[in-house]
């Protein structure tokens, strides 16, 4: 049994392994087994891990099974005690892994931890895709200490403090094999995008913490599969949400939260439609919408199961007031104006 494991998972991402994979071997090898799974590439990364990386374990999965689900098919196969899920285009710093494992070891409260995610292309800026921690608005809107929609800060030390947090991003997930299996792991149907928000939520519910810890710091390019402005990633983002939201509110929420997102949904499909975004980003919150419906009854079971697992009825971490009211009416564009 590996004390960690280090999983990417990659589809044709032979060029982001080339160029990062060196740093996650250079900096974790001596810590960590090192892990990548591959979703039935097409592309030479298989040739590429064969030839010019032989100590990096290799698990060869049968077909493209999405980030979500892909995951799954790999973990299973592998016997550690904390997982470490990284994107294939994260490079790591020296000693990374050192503060993670030993937060892990010391408190046994918490299920999950992220380090500080900083920018490739600028790296004295926060990454988009995770910042220094997750948190929710009320009507499930994600954002970050370091980013709140489109306004990424710079990392000027401000949030250089371990802290709780809702959500850990996907790019660099430490966690518990146990708790990632005792609450399901990743939801493979959601494929891709919010899926580690909703493990991190229901991981939550049931009383366990998750955390992120600054003072180990990684580097993400950000955008690695899709760009921001694909209709699909809009269209699973939008799906996704709504079905985490469904999953994960208590009962006395759901009815009101649905009824704010119906309206903002439109709203937001008519705002990108205004300000140059494609008529596919347009058409893709419509179908987003449409898709919930359609497989909503098919989640009754998982939230029956999620809601008799709370712990706390009221998460912190899930913040009370609108981020979009806070963001575009009240003008707080950083976490720490935010209430």
Same mark, same amino acid.
């Given at each position: ?8 998972l ?12 060196? $740093?996650?071997l250079?900096? #974790? ?12 590439? @097409?592309?030479? $990364?298989?040739?590429?891990?064969? +030839?010019?990386?032989p100590e990096?374990?290799?698990? @060869?999965? +049968? ?10 098919q790999?973990?299973?196969q ?16 020296h ?7 030993e ?15 900083? #920018?490739?292309? +600028?790296?004295d &800026? ?5 910042? #220094? ?9 994600p954002?970050?200490r ?5 306004t990424v800060?710079? +990392? ?15 790019a660099a997930?430490?966690?518990? &094999?146990?708790?990632? *299996? ?12 919010n ?5 991190? *939520?229901?991981?939550?519910? =049931?009383g366990r913490k998750v955390?992120?810890?600054?003072? &180990? ?7 690695g @599969? ?14 996704n949400?709504?079905?985490?939201l ?14 704010w997102r119906?309206l ?5 499909? *008519?705002?990108?439609?205004l300000?140059?975004?494609? *008529?596919?980003?347009?058409c ?7 898709a919930f419906? =359609?497989? =909503?009854?098919d989640?009754?079971?998982?939230r029956?199961r ?12 899930? =913040?009370?007031f609108s ?15 935010l209430?």
């Amino acid at each position: 049994m590996d004390k960690v494991a280090i999983v990417i998972l990659n589809w044709n991402g032979a060029r982001m392994l080339n160029q990062y994979l060196p $740093s996650v071997l250079n900096y #974790s090898h001596s810590e960590a087994a090192v892990y990548v799974a591959d979703n039935a590439s @097409t592309d030479n $990364s298989l040739d590429l891990l064969h +030839d010019k990386f032989p100590e990096c374990r290799v698990i @060869t999965l +049968d077909r493209n099974w999405g980030f979500a689900e892909g995951y799954n098919q790999a973990l299973r196969q592998i016997d550690a005690e904390y997982y470490v899920l990284l994107n294939s285009d994260i490079e790591v710093t020296h000693h990374w892994l050192t503060p993670l494992v030993e937060l892990m070891d010391v408190h046994p409260e918490i299920a999950a931890c992220q380090p500080k995610l900083l #920018s490739m292309a +600028d790296r004295d &800026s926060f990454e988009y895709a995770g910042a #220094s921690g997750g948190y929710l608005d009320r009507y499930g809107y994600p954002f970050c200490r370091g980013r709140i929609f489109q306004t990424v800060e710079r +990392d000027n030390g401000q949030y250089d403090y371990a802290t709780e947090i809702l959500w850990a991003t996907g790019a660099a997930l430490m966690i518990r &094999s146990k708790d990632y *299996w005792d609450c399901g792991g990743l939801d493979g149907r959601f494929f891709a995008h919010n899926e580690e928000i909703d493990l991190c *939520w229901r991981l939550r519910i =049931r009383g366990r913490k998750v955390y992120c810890i600054p003072e &180990s710091q990684v580097y993400h390019v950000g955008g690695g @599969t899709l760009p921001k402005s694909n209709p699909m990633k809009t269209f699973l983002n939008f799906r996704n949400n709504l079905t985490m939201l469904y999953k994960c509110l208590p009962d006395d929420e759901l009815r009101h939260v649905m009824c704010w997102r119906w309206l903002l949904d439109y709203v937001a499909a *008519w705002q990108m439609l205004l300000l140059g975004h494609s *008529w596919g980003d347009f058409c893709a919150v419509f179908r987003a919408r449409r898709a919930f419906a =359609r497989w =909503r009854k098919d989640f009754a079971d998982d939230r029956r199961r999620i809601q008799a697992s709370r712990v706390d009825r009221k998460i912190p971490e899930q =913040r009370s007031f609108s981020v979009l009211w806070q963001y575009y009416v009240r003008g707080r564009k950083t976490f720490d104006a935010l209430p």
